[in-house]
């Protein structure tokens, strides 16, 4: 994707937060910038320039009332979906997307729809980080294997064509998931995912991204949060982001190499619709 088009992109999934900002804060849903959101407010001031997509995140409880207010909350223009009402969407995380735009990913081959989003993550609590929480781990990730599997989301797609040790990989999960119902599959990873959230817990997960093991926090760095500038526009973040970025990033003011500044998305095809 060339410079002006990821530019385009980027106002439109700024437009799309400004929407899901403000039916947070009509309804009193706590949601925060994350990921590499997160690092562009405090790195860039807004977007990191060649990031392609915005996070955000909310805690098991405010995902779940978002998900149940946004279709009727949302202005017109945009449409929340999740792996429950999109037979085609394999994500454990939502998705806010614009009608009528068109984003579209190498790796998903299904006739779902792809608008330009923005991804909404819940966070859900663990008790530790001990050897339970790998084999939780190991146990989601062989359900969202089922169920990307189900939904024909191709992992083994990448800017140099097809990575054969992951297609081999993925066999045996499109094969059994073909006499598996994505509803099942759905119900047993949530249990998994949300076994801890009535307990007091002094760890959360960013329940969606692809190494979990990676964006586990201590809960406490969400527990204030203020506002950040993002592009001009005021956005909610945890007040301690020095401490989910280092645990994130590590030395995370220091830019990556150039090699390194590219888009994760491998997106192929992009419409803006009526402009």
């Known amino acids: 994707m060339d410079s002006e088009t990821l530019r385009k992109v980027q106002l439109v999934q700024l437009e799309i937060a400004k929407e899901i900002s403000r039916v947070c804060d009509e309804n009193g849903i706590k949601y925060f910038l994350t990921g590499g ?21 909310m805690f098991r409880q405010d995902y779940e009332k ?54 909404v993550f819940p966070y859900d609590n663990i008790p530790n980080l001990n050897n339970d929480f790998q084999a939780r781990i190991f146990k989601l990730k062989i359900l969202r294997g089922l169920v990307r599997a189900k939904c024909n989301y ?18 045996p999960f499109r094969v ?33 991204p692809e190494n979990y093991s990676e964006w586990c926090f201590k809960k406490e760095i969400f527990s204030n949060l203020v506002e950040r500038d993002f ?12 401490e989910y970025l280092r645990a994130a990033y590590g030395d995370y003011m220091v830019l990556p190499p150039i090699e390194k500044r590219e888009n994760q998305h491998l997106i192929v095809e992009v419409s803006f619709g009526d402009e």
């Not at 959101?37 to 995140?57: C, E, K, N, Q, S």
């Not at 592009?231 to 020095?242: R, S, V």
């Open 176 to 208: 059994v998931s073909v006499f598996m119902k994505k509803e099942n599959l759905i119900k047993k990873y949530e249990a998994i995912s949300t076994i801890n959230n009535n307990k007091e817990c002094k760890f959360v997960f960013e329940n969606g």
């Open 37 to 57: 959101t997160l690092l562009g407010a405090v790195r860039h001031g807004g977007f990191i320039p060649w990031d392609d997509d915005l996070d955000i995140g």
């Open 154 to 171: 191709q992992t083994w797609h990448s800017e140099d064509g097809v990575i054969w040790s992951k297609y081999i990989k993925n066999l």
């Open 66 to 119: 978002f998900l149940e207010i946004a279709p009727v909350s949302l202005r017109e223009q945009y449409r929340i979906i999740d792996w429950k009402s999109d037979q085609s969407y394999p994500h454990p995380m939502g998705k806010v997307i614009k009608k009528g735009t068109l984003y579209k990913e190498s790796k998903r081959k299904d006739q779902g729809e792809q608008g330009i989003w923005v991804d």
């Open 231 to 242: 592009e001009n526009c005021k956005f909610l973040i945890p007040e301690k982001y020095h």
